[in-house]
């Protein structure tokens, strides 16, 4: 478990002896006298894919072969311990080969729901495919909890919502089903928070106040549509109040859909946005994570990994 305040207050007024010396208990952050500073230390690092549209045994399901491959042959010091997959992973015939490309990965893997499956009425398939290996690989993971499903939605109608939640090396993540269930209209494009009975809010709403005590900026959310920018005002407001009583606990929050790279801050949330590039199209894109820490908040360095054609 990482020091607590006091612990490292103490440590940081009197160093131990020695050039360089460990937090105890901690990520191995270092004290370097020459800064008086505590040294942050790379705790893992964590993989994200986005957006497969794996169809058929064809291209998209190459291309996805090719970023595991990739993935999978990088070198020990930049090798990712987990591997999340944000969504549009796969519908129609690309079920069965975007699991066995996945599959290949060698490192835990965490798939997550996003929209096109839903439009595609698909929604359980998703369930079909990925619960055997979720329940497998969460028997593995520290603070696994994957919710319910099916729960009943505000008009009788059974939701698969996909939420999940896993614990690393003092990091929680949290995976949310933020997927509308609006059919075919440009509201099909955005998000929605389900605050229903064993809905997407109140998973989010247990996992945060269920987190482990630890460094500041432990809790990544991850999601295949980003929570922001698309959410109504009400929906905002709802996710802000249960955002509010952790505001240096959650650090931002990755996601897929809008097909390209990007980062943004949700000012009111002081939560960072994360794009990643899909899979699929133009440049084969995936995108790595280094997680630091010098024992009182983790950081979190991103690298944009493309794959040559």
């Not at 505590?38 to 090719?66: K, M, N, Q, S």
């Not at 894109?285 to 820490?293: D, G, I, K, P, Q």
Request: proline share 8%; glycine share 8%; aromatic share 8%.
């Amino acid at each position: 478990m990482p020091a607590s305040l006091p612990l490292l207050t103490l440590l940081a007024c009197h160093p131990p002896e020695g050039a360089r010396a460990r937090v105890p208990g901690d990520t191995g952050a270092q004290w370097t006298p020459d800064t008086g500073a505590w040294e942050p230390a790379h705790v893992f690092t964590y993989a994200i894919l986005a957006d497969p549209h794996v169809v058929d045994d064809g291209a998209h399901a190459d291309r996805l072969r090719a970023a595991v491959a990739a993935i999978e042959g990088l070198p020990e010091s930049q090798a990712p311990e987990l591997v999340f997959i944000l969504g549009d992973i796969a519908w129609s015939d690309g079920w069965a080969p975007a699991h066995g490309a996945l599959d290949a990965l060698t490192v835990p893997w965490v798939p997550v729901l996003g929209d096109n499956p839903i439009q595609a009425g698909e929604e359980t398939v998703f369930e079909e495919t990925f619960s055997e290996h979720l329940d497998t690989v969460g028997a593995t993971l520290p603070g696994w909890v994957r919710a319910g499903r099916p729960v009943t939605g505000l008009e009788g109608e059974d939701l698969w919502l996909q939420n999940a939640r896993l614990d690393w090396k003092g990091v929680r993540f949290v995976a949310l089903d933020i997927n509308t269930r609006t059919m075919g209209t440009l509201w099909s494009e955005l998000p929605d928070i389900f605050d229903l009975p064993g809905g997407t809010l109140p998973f989010l709403r247990e996992a945060l106040a269920s987190t482990p005590e630890g460094p500041e900026d432990r809790v990544v959310l991850l999601s295949h549509m980003p929570l922001v920018p698309g959410l109504t005002l009400d929906a905002q407001d709802a996710l802000l109040d249960v955002l509010a009583p952790y505001p240096d606990t959650v650090w931002g929050n990755h996601a897929g859909h809008l097909h390209g790279n990007g980062q943004a801050t949700w000012d009111e949330a002081d939560l960072q946005i994360r794009t990643t590039d899909a899979t699929w199209d133009d440049v084969n894109t995936f995108r790595l994570v280094e997680v630091w820490s010098d024992g009182t908040r983790f950081e979190y360095r991103d690298t944009i990994v493309e794959l040559p054609e």
